[in-house]
């Protein structure tokens, strides 16, 4: 009985699989249950979401992209209708906050494809010198 090798998998858009929270390998399977919890594995392709750790990146992306793009929108809206400081407790700051909330899911599902593509794994250490004897 001979054995099928393994399934050349094609090199899937980082981009595409991560926006859409998707299998970074077959592109089809759910890379998240619930909000943001990784999956064990690929229910399609069974590939095993033990490498993937994006650890704080998505919150630090969401909120250096939200923060620009919300201080400009912050800025224009204060120069030009100049509001009472109460419109930006209630109307710009709580939008703010959603819009940071609602792309931490493609940004964890960019940089675990990322760390797919690239093989990223955890860092090992090893002393060339005589260094900790």
Known sequence: M???PPAEWPRLSTLST?????????????????????????PVCS??????????????FAMSAI????MIAFMAFEFTVQ???WVHFAVTF?????ACVLVLRPFKGWLVSEQWIHKAAPPEWASLGKHGE
Not at 26 to 40: A, V
Not at 54 to 59: C, R
């Open 2 to 4: 001979s054995e099928t």
């Open 18 to 42: 991560g926006l859409r929270c998707r299998c970074p390998r077959c592109g089809q399977g759910p890379l998240l249950k619930g909000f943001l919890t990784i999956r064990d594995a690929c």
């Open 67 to 70: 923060g620009v793009v919300g």
């Open 94 to 98: 709580p939008l703010i906050a959603l």
């Open 83 to 85: 509001p009472p400081i």
């Open 47 to 60: 590939l095993d979401y033990g490498f993937a750790e994006p650890a704080d990146g998505p919150a630090f």
